[in-house]
């Protein structure tokens, strides 16, 4: 079945630095990459996602890429914000299945 | 709209209690999962409803079990819990479209078991 990983599991920037997470999952197939941020006590909330026939989306300061060859994707946030502290998780799916295959997260410290 | 809602928020038990939680979501969704998350561990599937009358083991089963009462509803059992199954519990839900679709999570239910 699919496997993802992410890197890295911690990560402190400075207020306004970019900040870049990232994942690499193992079935060739998968074609939907969701990315939920979570803060403390919260629930996972979807903050982009992309879709494999398509290699870069953004969104405002946030943007995702995706290499299939390679099988990784990346968030990427730039101009951080005390507000971005959260974790960060990725996930990946396969065609014609609804269930996410979810990364191991990665806590964002933006420092003001 | 609520979006998802699970009930109880908070629960503790004693090892080998029973009880079930709730989750019910007002965009009618057909597909609905339940998740545990633990530290380091990110969220693990452990049983999904791709539609109503359908359910589907994930990948952590062992342990719980599912209804899909209604397109709204999905709830999940602990028949006899153990402390192994101390965990924040999230419930989410989708569309059925062109490809996956993103999942809408409930507020979760974080439950102790002594």
């Known amino acids: 079945g699919e496997n993802v990983e992410q890197h890295p599991s911690t990560l402190s920037v400075q207020e306004g630095d970019s900040a870049v997470i990232k994942c690499t999952y193992s079935?060739?197939?998968?074609?939907?990459f969701p990315w939920y941020k979570q803060e403390l006590g919260k629930r996972p909330q979807l903050i982009i996602d992309?879709?494999?026939?398509?290699g870069e989306k953004k969104d405002q300061r946030i943007a995702v890429t995706l290499n299939k060859t390679a099988k990784h994707f990346s968030l990427h946030i730039t101009e951080t914000q005390p507000e971005d502290s959260a974790v960060y998780f990725c996930?990946?799916?396969?065609?014609?299945?609804?269930?996410?295959?979810f990364g191991t997260g990665t806590r964002l410290l933006v420092s003001p | 709209n609520a979006g998802v809602t699970q009930t109880p928020k908070f629960q503790v038990l004693k090892t080998g209690q029973s009880m079930t939680l709730q989750c019910a979501q007002d965009m009618n969704h057909n597909s609905m999962y339940w998740y545990r998350q633990d530290p380091g561990m990110g969220l693990r599937l452990i049983y999904y409803s791709a539609s109503e009358g359908t359910t589907d083991k994930g990948e952590v089963p062992n342990g719980y079990n599912v209804s899909r009462l209604n397109k709204r509803e999905f709830s999940l059992r602990l028949e006899s819990a153990a402390p192994s199954q101390t965990s924040v519990y999230f419930c989410a839900s989708s569309e059925v479209g062109q490809g996956n679709q993103p999942q809408h999570f409930g507020d979760g239910t974080r439950l102790s078991i002594l």
């Open positions: 996930a990946a799916s396969h065609p014609g299945f609804q269930k996410l295959v």
């Open positions: 992309i879709r494999s026939n398509v």
């Open positions: 079935d060739s197939a998968s074609n939907y």
